[in-house]
């Protein structure tokens, strides 16, 4: 399929439902569940800032070939848990593996080479290059990124052509083909957004992380984005997300795992979670079922948030 | 007040030997500073250790013109890599501290009397520039009235605007190329390279090398042009002076290091003319209680401090750089 039909089946639809995920009906909905194919296999892996302990998962499994959402309330420490699997952030103890190796301890980059690519919570665009270089740069193995090539044209000028024809391939499925010679720093939140996870795709990555992909973006760019991820799992990619909108997680993630105080709580298909006493209790608060559109989001998360207070503080 | 003398020494001074040193240390410094971000405040360091090392090489080791010129080359570049490993790892800070020190350390033990056997002490080195000198072809200098130049001065013109023209060349076509564009990416924020699976360290240890480098090529050009080796040629303010080249010509243009050094140059020695002019003879234009002749020769560097400032308000990109860019800095 190209970009093109790509876009018109899924970046316009609003009913989006998870079906083309692999089946995970059979896995218990249970924390640290095993997946009948994951992707990545983490055991025991802590991290503390001092006296506190960020993250602490005995076990986690991402399922392959499936969007699998993570999410929690702040402070859980779902970016914390991203920066250690990728290579970010050093952990206190634990193991994981992508792909059947091991990754503890493998510098960023590498990480990053083996297939597995990260977003930034806050967008890390490069500002004062324009769109079309944010893009190329994200390309691998480059003839024109060693030394002893760059000053000759010829010898990488080719392959430049490649690169860049692959990224104008992406900006037109993104849509951001018109920013094209723009300064990435004069892209709004949202294109941001779109411009990271484009230029993640740069690299061809068998697993993609988004961090707070929806964060900031306004609700009609929301839709296409919805329909980007999505169309992520459909080319044969893995996705995990950590979001705080739960419309989003619902309506296309095939697995969820909710994190709270550094460990996962609870796992399965969003129905299931989404109906775990614990996870309302803990994150969702009572009003998850309504229809947000009735609703004032802001007064909304208050509310979730004073829940979250008042819990921590009778646990406390 | 003789216009055409103000003219001719700045002018003397803007093209000639002493601008050319501040063009090329300025143009490492924007390799490090203005495409990768590395705050080298040691370039002075990097110039003394190639100046160093051809004069040590020849007069102390008694070697080969040719090898002194080899060793000006490999000591910037072992310099690069010992500071580049503890500190390119770190924030950006911790490098311009560790350069700072380093240029230093070099200056203080370069002048030492402990080492005068191994550096010459505060006198330092000479007696090794005869291969150089026996090299120009000029018969006499060069007087174009406006612009003067003494014939050891138009050979060293000769040699030091070719330099700066190949180095200028390598910049734009390393610039343009997919390795610059990683370097000016990792200006604007490394974690974004690294989660690309770029190896964000080995790049920015290339950049302080060649940069280091180009710092190593100004101190060599300018113990060949001068025929000394001081070690108060390499103090700090030195690689002021070349951040003050590179900021006035924009930085991370391929030119504005150049015509940079140039202004500064033309702007401090043709500042020091008129003042000197203002002051001197027995009947001077300023009246000596206001300003006498010691004075006028220090008096240009508060001016030419000033039009630093007022450039960096009104045009904070320098004069070749994109206004575009620096907005983008306000969001």
């Keep these: 399929m190209d970009a093109d039909a790509m876009d018109k089946t899924l970046g316009g639809s609003t009913g989006l439902t998870a079906t083309a995920g692999p089946d995970l009906s059979a896995v218990p909905a249970e924390p640290g569940a095993s997946k009948p194919d994951a992707i990545v296999v983490g055991d025991g892996i802590t991290r503390r800032f001092g006296g506190l302990t960020a993250v602490d998962v005995a076990h986690i499994e991402i399922p392959r070939g499936a969007i699998t959402a993570l999410i929690g309330p702040n402070g859980a420490g779902k970016t914390t848990l991203f920066n250690l699997l990728t290579g970010f952030d050093v952990a206190d103890a634990g193991t994981w593996s992508f792909n059947g190796q091991p990754l503890q301890k493998v510098a960023a980059y590498k990480v990053a080479r083996r297939g597995m690519v990260r977003t930034f919570q806050l967008t890390k665009v490069l500002s004062k290059l324009t769109v079309i270089e944010n893009m190329r740069l994200g390309a691998t193995g480059q003839r024109g990124e060693r030394f002893w090539s760059a000053p000759f044209r010829a010898l990488w000028s080719a392959q430049e052509d490649e690169i860049t024809a692959r990224a104008d391939e992406l900006l037109a499925r993104f849509k951001l083909d018109a920013k094209r010679e723009d300064f990435a720093g004069s892209l709004s939140g949202g294109q941001r957004k779109l411009l990271e996870m484009a230029r993640a795709l740069m690299v061809d990555p068998e697993l993609i992380m988004l961090d707070e992909p929806m964060a900031g973006v306004n609700p009609a760019l929301k839709q296409s984005l919805l329909g980007h991820v999505k169309s992520l799992r459909d080319e044969g990619r893995t996705v995990l997300f950590v979001e705080h909108d739960m419309d989003m997680v619902r309506d296309i993630s095939d697995w969820v795992i909710v994190m709270a105080q550094g460990s996962i709580v609870s796992e399965g298909t969003p129905d299931a979670v989404m109906s775990d006493p614990r996870v309302i209790d803990a994150y969702l608060g009572a009003h998850h079922d309504a229809d947000l559109s009735e609703l004032d989001e802001a007064a909304l998360e208050a509310a979730v948030e004073a829940e979250i207070e008042a819990i921590e503080a009778g646990e406390n | 007040m003789d216009i055409i003398e103000i003219l001719r020494t700045a002018l003397s001074q803007a093209l000639g030997p002493t601008a050319i040193v501040f063009a090329l240390a300025a143009i490492g410094l924007n390799i490090h500073f203005g495409y990768t971000g590395l705050l080298n405040f040691g370039q002075a360091g990097f110039m003394a250790v190639g100046a160093y090392g051809l004069a040590v090489t020849v007069v102390i080791m008694d070697l080969p013109f040719w090898l002194g010129i080899g060793m000006a080359f490999l000591m910037p570049l072992l310099l690069a890599i010992v500071l580049g490993f503890p500190t390119l790892r770190l924030r950006a800070d911790y490098l311009a501290i560790a350069t700072i020190a380093m240029a230093e350390i070099l200056r203080l033990i370069f002048g030492s009397v402990e080492m005068k056997e191994s550096f010459g002490g505060s006198n330092g080195l000479t007696g090794y520039s005869k291969p150089y000198k026996d090299l120009n072809p000029y018969d006499g200098g060069l007087d174009l009235g406006i612009i003067r130049f003494s014939r050891d001065d138009l050979w060293s013109v000769t040699v030091g605007w070719t330099l700066v023209a ?106 020091g003319s008129i003042f000197s002019q203002a002051t001197e003879g027995s009947d001077p234009l300023l009246p000596t209680w206001l300003m006498d002749g010691t004075q006028a020769s220090l008096i240009r560097f508060i001016v030419t401090g000033l039009g630093l400032m007022l450039l960096m308000i009104y045009r904070p990109q320098g004069i070749f750089g994109d206004r575009r860019e620096i907005a983008i800095d306000g969001r």
Excluded at chain 2, 182 to 208: H, T, W
Excluded at chain 2, 254 to 265: D, E, M, Q, T
Aim: net charge positive.
């Design chain 2, 166 to 271: 190949l180095g200028c060349l390598l910049v734009w076509a390393l610039m343009r190329s997919p390795w610059g564009r990683l370097l000016r990416s990792i200006r604007e924020d490394e974690d974004a390279v690294r989660s690309l699976g770029k190896n964000v360290f080995a790049y920015k240890m290339q950049a302080l090398i060649l940069g280091g480098l180009f710092g190593g090529l100004a101190g060599l050009f300018h113990a060949l042009k001068q025929s000394s080796v001081v070690p108060s040629d390499y103090s700090t303010n030195i690689t002021f002076f070349a951040y003050t080249a590179l900021l006035i010509g924009g930085a991370a243009r391929v030119l504005g290091p150049v015509v940079g050094a140039i202004i500064f140059w033309f702007l401090v020695a043709g500042l």
